[in-house]
Structures are given as structure tokens and as C-alpha cells.
């Protein structure tokens, strides 16, 4: 059965800060993982990661893949209060023709003035 | 462009009762998703289509049934409604045949059985 397991399940930070968010997984034929941001309603897409070491950006966001740890991290430089939400991370593995993902339970971002 | 509808937002219902959750995309995409989020869960898949016609289970299908018989439809059947299944549904929806899994999101129904 995939899994994926995210850490720390909740932080509360002050703006300014940098904050690491982890997520590692244990997937058959792992093809990518993708963190998600999620506010009040739907989560939005942030990366989508397919290989290692490759890192993507996004304004204060980064997020990089490591293949041989099962894992990723999302970093967040310089937290706004706006980045104050609930981080999911998903991995999609291969079954069959189908493409699913696999969700962690996600980490709650609290950003305090 | 809407991307992914969904209707109602909010719903209460009574032990026993039934409803369709209605999912509707207009990106053209062949995959389309029903996932149910509880507090401090993150999402579990209920059921899943790869395109018109064909739907197969996913991890929490009891209770729910589905059908896709058009790209743009994947509405989410409960047939007796129990308190175990209060609980945000999200529809989303994605393309096929590449390594992308991105998916996108419709706004939720939120339901609560009583």
C-alpha cells in the first residue's frame, strides 16, 4: 500500500521566518510528487517533482525531490501571514494505465505577525 | 474558463437519506477524481474514472457509488447516508497519458449527516 508521511503536522512560525516542510513516501513505481497549498477551500497546485535534485522556485517558494531518501522538502523564505495554510503533499505511483495520487495528511501552517 | 464545478456547496442530511454530489469540468480532461477530507487527514480517494464509462474504486469506496457517462460528468452517489460520512468532498480532474498527475480541484461540498 503507497504511503506518504509529512512532518511536523502543525508549526506556528512569525512572518519573516524560513520554515522546512517534509514529506517522505514509500510508493510502487513512483512517477511524481506534488505539493499542494490549501486555504479555506480547494488546494491549489504549487511543484510538481519528478526528479532528483532538481529544485523548483516559485516567489518565496522552493521545493526539491530526493529519489534515493524517499523524500522531499517545500521551504518557505520570509513567511507571510498569507502563507498560512494546510501543506499537502502527494505522490502519484503507477498502476496500470492510471495515474493516482496518494496523500499525506498535511501540515498546518500558522504564520503569526 | 470555470474548470471544476461542484453542487451543492453545503448539505445536511438525515441518517438514511440519499443525495448525488454533482462534479462537472470543462478542461476536457480525461481523468476526474471524488475525494473525501476529514480533520487531519488529508484526502482519501473514493472513486476515480479514466475517461466515459470506466470508473474503478479507490481506497474508501463503501458507501458511494459513481458513474461517467460523459467526459465532462462524474457525479458522486450516496444511497443511505450514515454519520461516518460528514465530511468535505472535493472533485478534481486531470489529463491522461503523461507523466503530470497534476490535478485540479473543484471548490467541495461540505456534508454533514445527522
Known amino acids: 500500500e503507497d504511503k506518504v508521511v509529512q512532518s511536523p503536522l502543525s508549526l506556528v512560525v512569525h512572518e519573516g521566518d524560513t520554515v522546512t516542510l517534509n514529506c517522505s513516501y514509500e510508493?510502487?513505481?513512483?512517477?511524481?510528487l506534488l505539493w499542494y497549498k490549501q486555504e479555506k477551500k480547494a488546494p491549489t497546485f504549487l511543484f510538481m517533482l519528478?526528479?532528483?535534485?532538481i529544485e523548483k522556485k516559485s516567489g518565496r517558494l522552493s521545493s526539491i525531490l530526493d529519489k534515493k531518501e524517499l523524500s522531499s522538502i517545500l521551504n518557505i523564505t520570509a513567511t507571510q501571514t498569507g502563507d498560512s495554510a494546510i501543506y499537502l503533499c502527494?505522490?502519484?505511483?503507477?498502476?496500470?494505465?492510471?495515474?493516482?495520487?496518494?496523500f499525506g495528511k498535511g501540515i498546518t501552517l500558522s504564520v503569526r505577525p | 474558463n470555470a474548470g471544476v464545478t461542484q453542487t451543492p456547496k453545503f448539505r445536511i442530511l438525515k441518517i438514511g437519506q440519499s443525495m448525488t454530489l454533482q462534479c462537472t469540468q470543462d478542461?476536457?480532461?480525461?481523468?476526474m477524481y471524488w475525494y473525501r477530507q476529514d480533520p487531519g487527514m488529508g484526502l482519501k480517494l473514493i472513486y476515480y474514472s479514466v475517461g466515459a464509462g470506466i470508473t474503478d474504486k479507490g481506497e474508501v469506496p463503501n458507501g458511494y457509488n459513481v458513474s461517467r457517462s460523459t467526459t465532462e460528468d462524474f457525479p458522486l452517489r450516496l444511497e443511505l447516508a450514515a454519520p461516518s460520512q460528514t465530511s468535505v468532498y472535493f472533485c478534481?480532474?486531470?489529463?491522461?497519458?503523461?507523466?503530470?498527475?497534476?490535478?485540479?480541484f473543484g471548490p467541495g461540498t461540505r456534508l454533514t449527516v445527522t
Open positions: 510508493v510502487t513505481n513512483f512517477r511524481s
Open positions: 478534481a480532474s486531470g489529463r491522461a497519458g503523461q507523466i503530470s498527475y497534476e490535478q485540479y
Open positions: 478542461m476536457n480532461h480525461n481523468y
Open positions: 519528478t526528479s532528483s535534485g
Open positions: 502527494a505522490v502519484g505511483g503507477e498502476t496500470g494505465a492510471n495515474s493516482k495520487l496518494t
